[in-house]
């Protein structure tokens, strides 16, 4: 449900924080006092195009932020939001906030992680329904019609079965698909692939084999600098007359004759006889390494090839030797596929042939369950909607068979309403007057109240056209779908507002000058009160008939 809607500089809206109430919502007020800014700000923060005329004037940007408790929200939302790289919902809180500039700078956030409108779009969709004369009009749309029929009669599960075939068929089409092709461009894959699994297979590839060739081909390349340097090192400390170890000697002998003089310099000759043991054992690692480098140009020459074809394999099939490799096993696979393809399409037809059966039988099931359930369906919407004011009204579903067989089954369907008698059915959303439509979809919300998924149903123009019984059955319906969703209602009937949980007052102030809507919760007083001002006035009788109906 909608906890929470905080709407800045939108409008005749300076900064309203607007805390909603479960079960049934009216909003009134007099015309042109802001109750439409209610619907704009939530189309906004719903993802629909932003107009920079709305920006109050005198300032450069608006927002509109909506906390949702998600508790009982049966979409996905946990995963849309992992996939989408947004934050998770704190508490079951999803927070959307939309801001846009008089520049036309627009920014949207979800839980505070930057989005794109599309996804809050997308979000939108499972969260709020409206009806009236604005967009998310859900249940206009053919393939959302065939959702409601299929719950309203529980064939969900066979439904998700047939799609579940046909997602079978799919794959099976693109591997044939993959088969099917002239004979010039066969001999063309075959040949290219036939030269990669060769390319890749000869190179016998070790997955860490490059980092050990290029140090090894560094160390060939550089080796007769090596053993230079070596060389040098060994004679500057042992093999030259002035060598280190020569001169160590010379030392030692001078320190013994300074150790007979004095007793107490025993620990200079400790010290020198360690130092001498450090460089012969430097001399022996040093001849050691020097034998140990190999000049060898051949070896140094196969290196060179060996870090070239790495390169070229890497520059051809991937990143690393790894994704070389895998690339390799993908075309062997691949050109087995192809080698075999004869067969192999044998073997897809078959499977297509025993998949299209299946999903005739499946298919056909599904239609005659639909069939079944229509009448039923027209008629509890009718029944809805000779309480609502058509009283020689049709509702219909027309069902026919759909062009090619989709997720959805082997049919389309097209919900259809009648208002007046003599006159033929129309598409639903072919009804030119909104306070027509907005009562059929009130009529379609009671029937399935308990299968619609989306928690927040908004209803704009309800009562348009309506009045006496009419108008008090819309009151009662609103309530009676607002057991099961939150209902907002933007009414000017007290007979549709009297019901209602929770009763909201806009009115049009002027402060500093300046023109701002507020919006007010009503207390049972206030209620009495806006209710005689929608029935007429403040008179006593006015008073008494507004007690009576909230009675």
Known sequence: MLTTLRIKNLALVSDLTLELQPGCNVITGETGAGKSIIIGALNLVLGERADRTLIRSGEESC??????????????????????????????????KRT???AGTNRQFINGSPTTLATLGSIGEWLVDMHGPHDHQSLLHTGKQLLILDA?????????????LIRRRSVFENEKSALIVDEKTYAQQLDLLRFQVQEISTARLQPDEEKSVEEEFH??????????????????????ENSLLTQSGVIGRVLAELQRVDAGA????????????????????????????????????????????????????????????????????????????????????????????????AGKKLSAARQKVIPQLAKAVSKQLEDLGFKQSKFDVA???????????????EFQFAPNPGEPARPLRAIASSGEMARVMLA??????????????????????????????????????????????????????????????????????????????????????ELARMLGGQTDAARKHAEALLK
């Not at 209803?459 to 819309?474: C, H, I, L």
């Not at 929770?502 to 207390?523: F, P």
Request: with cysteine; net charge negative; charged share 25%.
């Open 63 to 96: 927002s509109v932020e909506a906390v949702f408790d998600t508790k009982k929200l049966r979409a996905p939302l946990k995963i849309f939001l992992e996939e989408n790289g947004l934050e998770p919902c704190d508490d079951h809180q999803l927070v959307l």
């Open 100 to 102: 846009f500039t008089s």
């Open 152 to 164: 309203f009669g529980g064939l969900e599960k066979d439904r998700a079965a047939f799609g579940e």
């Open 219 to 240: 160390r060939a390349s550089n080796a007769a600098k090596l053993l230079q340097l070596s060389q040098a090192a060994l004679d500057a400390l042992s093999e030259n």
């Open 266 to 361: 025993t620990n200079l000759i400790e010290l020198h006889a360690q130092a001498g043991e450090t460089l012969r054992e430097l001399q022996t690692a040093l001849s050691r390494y020097a034998d140990k480098v190999d000049v060898d140009p051949a070896r140094l020459a196969e290196l060179e090839e060996r870090l070239n074809l790495i390169h070229t394999l890497k520059r051809k099939y991937g990143a690393t030797l790894a994704e070389v490799i895998a690339f390799g096993d993908d075309a062997r696979q691949k050109l087995s596929v192809l080698e075999s393809r004869d067969a192999e399409l044998a073997r897809l037809n078959v499977a297509l042939a025993k998949l299209d059966a299946e999903i005739s039988i």
């Open 399 to 413: 069902i026919s068979a759909a062009a090619q067989p989709s997720s959805s089954g082997l049919d389309g369907i």
């Open 444 to 529: 379609l919300k009671t029937v399935l109240a308990a299968e619609d998924e989306i928690p927040v149903l908004v209803f704009d123009e309800v009562d348009a056209n309506v009045g006496g019984e009419t108008a008090n059955a819309v009151g009662e319906k609103m309530q009676q779908i607002a057991t099961k969703r939150q209902v907002f209602c933007i009414t000017h009937l007290p007979q549709v507002a009297a019901p209602a949980d929770a009763h909201y007052v806009v009115t049009k102030q002027i402060k500093n000058g300046r023109t701002i809507s507020e919006i007010a919760l009503l207390d049972k007083k206030s209620r009495v009160t």
